[in-house]
């Protein structure tokens, strides 16, 4: 499928003005499918197109990790009284997850009039679109300016919102309903010192294809078949890239990732791999001290991953599971690439020196010319269980624009002169 337009994004840059101007522009429907929705100013943007007589639904995730925000259900409550339609993707209590179609509800697009889609890494919260853009999550996100992109992204978005009795609208409990003592006055956006600079970037006739997980981002996946591809070079950027997949005995021997593999058989075939990974300290910081005096790490979060509340309710097993966090990740693959030489190397983003909040980007760079920009963190659940959108653009145009924001990500997290 060729895309007439696409509109390429970054966040801290500059994605709040692309996905608040997308919202603004809307004259009938605008149908939202995203994990979590807590910043008051995205929020003001559906206010203001009910206020044109715009049809709004948006679909959440229930149960995020590690609870619905405050300001996610005051905003429900503000656009439900002005006739949107706001439903979550329920689950009786946190630990059921098995009684759904999917584990998590984790997909972040919206489809504007049927006619252009958004999508991309990003929540719809302050730290995934700042209003700010000196600080914020590293995250990438495109609009697809055509009508038939569009509309495949409305057949998810009317797909899942037909799961019987997996929903469940605002209101309808006291766990979907707004605490009456929230304010929403205090505020909610920060300041830093990353300076943007991007701004968005325009490119026509782009061939594109889809990836909805678990439709296809595994089997018969045009994501793994461009990644397997690769003539010269792979950049990726990921909140998380799980070391290896499945359960006991809990070995990357032999329950390996087929993305851990599919990177590994690049390297060893002479290309050049470079991963950028999220630095999972500041999740386990117990009471993580402000940063300049300013930031509370445990507050720029827009999502944890899963990895970290891995194991957490099950009593019946109390074999301890190794890591397979990003630590894991790194020593892993950076031992196979000293032992046999390869050209493959993982660094962890530097997030003080680059001023920036997490890396929460799902996303890579083949050769120059494809870009897959999407919600998939790189492990078991998003793959295989997880309701999860994305986009291959071949551009070389779009993949220059991103090389540059991972250049700077790249070479602020290490050693400025070197490649590796």
């Given at each position: 499928m060729t895309v007439k337009h696409v509109v390429a994004a970054a966040s801290p840059d500059n994605n709040f003005a692309v996905l608040t101007n997308l919202l603004d522009s809307a004259t009938e429907s605008i149908h939202t499918s995203v994990y979590q929705l807590d910043n008051l100013a995205i929020g003001e943007a559906y206010e203001r197109a009910l206020g044109r007589g715009v049809k709004v639904q948006i679909l959440l995730e229930g149960s995020p990790i590690p609870k619905i925000p405050q300001a996610e259900l005051y905003i429900a409550k503000r656009l439900t009284s002005r006739g949107a339609k706001v439903h979550f993707y329920d689950r009786a209590k946190d630990s059921d997850r098995g009684t759904r179609t999917f584990k998590y509800f984790h997909n972040k697009f919206t489809v504007v009039d049927g006619r252009r889609a958004i999508v991309g890494s990003a929540n719809y919260g302050n730290n995934g679109h700042p209003v700010d853009n000196s600080f914020g999550n590293r995250e990438w996100e495109v609009v697809l300016d055509d009508s038939?992109?569009?509309?495949?992204?409305?057949?998810?978005?009317?797909?899942?919102?037909?799961?019987?009795?997996?929903?469940?609208?605002?209101?309808?409990?006291?766990?979907?309903?707004?605490?009456?003592?929230?304010?929403?006055?205090?505020?909610?956006?920060?300041?830093?010192?990353?300076?943007?600079?991007?701004?968005?970037?325009?490119?026509?006739?782009?061939?594109?294809?889809?990836?909805?997980?678990?439709?296809?981002?595994?089997?018969?996946?045009?994501?793994?078949?461009?990644?397997?591809?690769?003539?010269?070079?792979?950049?990726?950027?990921?909140?998380?890239?799980?070391?290896?997949?499945?359960?006991?005995?809990?070995?990357?021997?032999?329950?390996?990732?087929?993305?851990?593999?599919?990177?590994?058989?690049?390297?060893?075939?002479?290309?050049?791999?470079?991963?950028?990974?999220?630095?999972?300290?500041?999740?386990?910081?117990?009471?993580?001290?402000?940063l300049a005096g300013v930031l509370d790490l445990m507050a720029l979060f827009d999502e944890l991953p899963e990895h970290l509340f891995r194991g957490v309710d099950d009593d019946s097993d109390d074999e301890p599971k190794p890591k397979r966090d990003n630590y894991a990740t790194r020593e892993y693959l950076g031992k196979i690439a000293q032992r046999e030489n390869l050209r493959i190397a993982v660094r962890l983003l530097d997030f003080k020196n680059c001023g920036l909040g997490v890396l929460h980007n799902k996303a890579m760079i083949v050769d120059g010319n494809v870009t897959f920009v999407s919600s998939l963190n790189w492990g078991e659940s998003p793959m295989k269980f997880n309701r999860e959108a994305g986009v291959l653009l071949k551009s070389s145009p779009i993949a220059t624009y991103y090389s540059k924001a991972f250049e700077y990500d790249w070479r602020c997290s290490g050693r400025p002169r070197s490649f590796f």
């Amino acid at each position: 499928m060729t895309v007439k337009h696409v509109v390429a994004a970054a966040s801290p840059d500059n994605n709040f003005a692309v996905l608040t101007n997308l919202l603004d522009s809307a004259t009938e429907s605008i149908h939202t499918s995203v994990y979590q929705l807590d910043n008051l100013a995205i929020g003001e943007a559906y206010e203001r197109a009910l206020g044109r007589g715009v049809k709004v639904q948006i679909l959440l995730e229930g149960s995020p990790i590690p609870k619905i925000p405050q300001a996610e259900l005051y905003i429900a409550k503000r656009l439900t009284s002005r006739g949107a339609k706001v439903h979550f993707y329920d689950r009786a209590k946190d630990s059921d997850r098995g009684t759904r179609t999917f584990k998590y509800f984790h997909n972040k697009f919206t489809v504007v009039d049927g006619r252009r889609a958004i999508v991309g890494s990003a929540n719809y919260g302050n730290n995934g679109h700042p209003v700010d853009n000196s600080f914020g999550n590293r995250e990438w996100e495109v609009v697809l300016d055509d009508s038939n992109a569009a509309q495949l992204f409305d057949e998810a978005f009317n797909h899942d919102r037909g799961l019987t009795g997996e929903w469940a609208a605002y209101g309808s409990s006291p766990r979907y309903k707004a605490d009456p003592s929230f304010d929403p006055s205090q505020p909610k956006t920060r300041s830093g010192h990353y300076e943007a600079r991007l701004e968005p970037f325009d490119a026509y006739d782009v061939p594109t294809k889809t990836v909805f997980a678990p439709e296809n981002s595994l089997d018969d996946s045009p994501m793994l078949a461009v990644l397997e591809h690769a003539q010269e070079t792979v950049d990726v950027e990921q909140l998380n890239l799980e070391t290896y997949w499945g359960g006991k005995p809990y070995n990357p021997e032999t329950e390996d990732s087929p993305l851990i593999k599919s990177l590994l058989s690049l390297a060893r075939a002479g290309k050049a791999v470079r991963i950028l990974l999220n630095n999972d300290a500041v999740f386990h910081e117990p009471q993580p001290k402000p940063l300049a005096g300013v930031l509370d790490l445990m507050a720029l979060f827009d999502e944890l991953p899963e990895h970290l509340f891995r194991g957490v309710d099950d009593d019946s097993d109390d074999e301890p599971k190794p890591k397979r966090d990003n630590y894991a990740t790194r020593e892993y693959l950076g031992k196979i690439a000293q032992r046999e030489n390869l050209r493959i190397a993982v660094r962890l983003l530097d997030f003080k020196n680059c001023g920036l909040g997490v890396l929460h980007n799902k996303a890579m760079i083949v050769d120059g010319n494809v870009t897959f920009v999407s919600s998939l963190n790189w492990g078991e659940s998003p793959m295989k269980f997880n309701r999860e959108a994305g986009v291959l653009l071949k551009s070389s145009p779009i993949a220059t624009y991103y090389s540059k924001a991972f250049e700077y990500d790249w070479r602020c997290s290490g050693r400025p002169r070197s490649f590796f």
